[in-house]
């Protein structure tokens, strides 16, 4: 039992909750968000295999390629190597579910595949379900329609984060004019939907608390959760028949965009959405480094924000600046900038980001000496500091072990109490 | 007031949330049932109510449908910081709500007296939440920014571009919208769990660099490992091909495939005899290796078919496919509305408009029903009367002085 968390502990907002973490790639983050603030979460990994161990970045180790986006979202969490054929091992996965506070499950209901509606409205009868899909479940996920269905949908074709960045509509606003559309980095409808499915855990055992103990399934759609990042394109669509294409390399208006550096490339916005006074200090900045070019900036129509969105305004800022930025560092452009109040930042590499001494100054950068890639490594911490409960350290993943008999103490009630 | 039934019914939010992305965490708090207290005025309005789009012939403060995207179901609350007198009626406000939240640079909430300790000293048990750009210490904690540089600067930027191109991350404002909202959301939830449990507040501290680095958490312990990633664009190992391409129509669809099933069933789309298709592309190794002139191949074949065409083809054919949707596919997405994403609303100014909710719903309930965002200053004189007891004759001598303006 030494690794049970302690139930005494009373310092995190989820250190009376148990977390069964059945999700793919788009819930898995989830897991750890609710572990981040001293959840139990156990993630159940059938005969040993995580969905996300094959998911990019991988590196090379002693024991082969390991995936980095699964170390880094199943930090924290204790992992079950289930054995759905070994005897006893789904009684034992009944009682954990039995135990649990939350359930999160992605892909699709991931517990109507081993019990009928009834036998899982009993195991989990108490629990939060958390389902986190591309689309959406059904209207009547949970088969109460009486077909004696589990409710359970079979599985399509594998979806994954550029099909729904696709239909969350933001890949059409990303990418360049000539080669199309390209997706953000890193799969970020993952990390969105995983979000939103631990602000509905939370949300969930906030009405269970409210509501007697009753359990609850909350529906995340990844796809809606992209959606929230369409900006002002819907509402410009909706009010004036506009469609908002990819801006590409192209800036809406002078003073803001991506501009190359002497090593590399910063971005800036200045002079829009009460900015004005920025646009003010941008030109002064020019000038008072005898910027060529700058004369021309200076001339009163170009205090115009109107004038600014003109294509040729657009135009000759770019290139004036440009012979600016290329001059000069990021590091320098950035320090300069800020000094005067423009919003300016280095279009960082991963480098940078190891030695921003920002970053550094707030040990946002833990030390986790994690087995399974061989060495110590700096993992960013939870990006939010809390004053009474501070987020945990990041603890790498424990390796899957198959005899879990730790994992099913206690049912939620009894550890509310001795909590 | 505005109070929408659910989980934080009770809750009483003070909000200096402004622009982009703490007006989406207060408009979550609000469709759960949170009570929402906008705090702005018409001397310094919130930029986004300056901000397009708006409706052709109506603009100004109540006509932009960018701030009424992101402030349904609040409380609008006039109030001019500039004034003692709007400072003490704030610090009032806050000294009897749950939650204080904004997201001005540090030292803007002090100098109205309202930083976390003076607001503490009355109010023992706030959950304060502040999202700076990088923090409220450190050395660069008054550096200032917007999404798009908050994004450069967290490096998702850089690695996210097409080869031999400038970065151009998202195209938006993204960690406005999805990372910083989204993470604030959930760390202020946790505390006002732990309030309920324990009667303990606290600060939550947002910073919005930290937020959105954590985005790209795998890319920093592979680099921590000795291998920096490199910008993939579309691209990904275990499929090929793997891309958006254009149709004739102009409009662009994602093709993918990761199986040999998926390529087979390409083929038949594009009614392409597989004898005399490259054969470079016959496994997915040769698909990887020639993987710039099977994208020239599949793109050349996309060309030839509409979108709608294209699309139902790949779908027979079992090839995992999408529309790469624009914000016209977005708005009249019939599955969108029947999920109750979109709610449409009714505004005195801007009209009927849809307004996105939150991602996510409680299987068997109804989703929240949003209210119209506030006109600037439409609650004043109710919350004053309700939460402070001023009289009617009070809040209109205040708002005479332009306090409660």
Redesign the interface.
Known sequence: MSEMRDLKE?S???S?VRVIDLTDEFGAYAGK?LAD?GADVVRVCADGEDPIA?I??L???VHGEV???E???NTGKRIWDWRPETPGDLDRFADLVRSADVVIESSTLQLERYWSTAEVAALAAHAVR?VITP???ADD??GNGGDGSTGAEPAG????D??VM???????????ED????????G?SR??AS??????A??????R??EGGRG??????A??????????????????G????????RPREAG?G?F?AAD??????AGR??TAKAWTALVQWLADEGAPGVAILQRPEWGEFSFRQSPAAIDEFTRIFTEFSTARTKAELYEHA?AR??????????????SN???R??D??VTVDDPA?G?P????R????????PPRAPRPAEAPRPTRDDLVAGTPGERRNAS | MISTPGPLNGIRILDFCWIGAGALVTKTLAELGAVVYRVESRTHPDNLRLAPPYRPGTEGLEGSGYFASRNPSKHSVALNMATPEGRTIAARLAAQADVVASNFRPGVMARWGLSYDEVRAQNPDVVYLTMPMQGETGPHASYIGFGSTIAALAGLVGLSRATGRTPVGTGTHYPDHVPNPGHALVAVLAALRHRARTGQGQHVELAQLESTVSMIGPALIAAGAGQEPEPQGNRVDHAAPHGAYRCADGQWVVVECAESAHWRGLLRAFEADGERVDPRFVTHAGRKAHEDALDEWVAAQCERMSRAELLHRLRAAGVPSAAVKTSQDMVEDAELWARGFWQEIEHPVIGTMPISRTPFRRVGAPRPELVRPPLLGEHTFEVLEQELGFSRAECELLAHEKVAY
């Not at chain 1, 506009?242 to 390399?249: A, I, K, S, T, Y």
């Open positions: 009373p995190q907002p989820l009376d968000l603030f094959t990019a970045p590196v090379p180790t995936s980095t986006f170390r880094f979202v958390v689309f959406g479940l996920p949970v074709p594998a979806v994954d550029l099909l696709a239909e969350g509509g933001l890949l059409h606003l990303g990418g360049y080669l199309g559309p390209v997706v953000a980095y890193g970020q990390f969105a979000i939103f499915g631990a602000t509905a939370i949300v969930g055992l906030m009405a608390d409210a609850a399934v909350y529906d995340v759609s796809q809606e959760c992209i959606a929230q990042a369409l900006e002002d394109s819907a509402a410009t669509y909706s009010l004036t506009q469609v908002r294409d990819r801006l590409g390399e803001t991506v190359p590399g490339y910063v971005s800036m916005v959405l009460g800020q109040l423009i919003a300016l930042s280095p279009v960082s590499t991963v480098t940078d980001l190891m001494p920002q970053l100054h707030r946002f950068f890639l060495r490594i700096g993992y960013p939870p990006p939010f500091k809390m004053s009474a409960t």
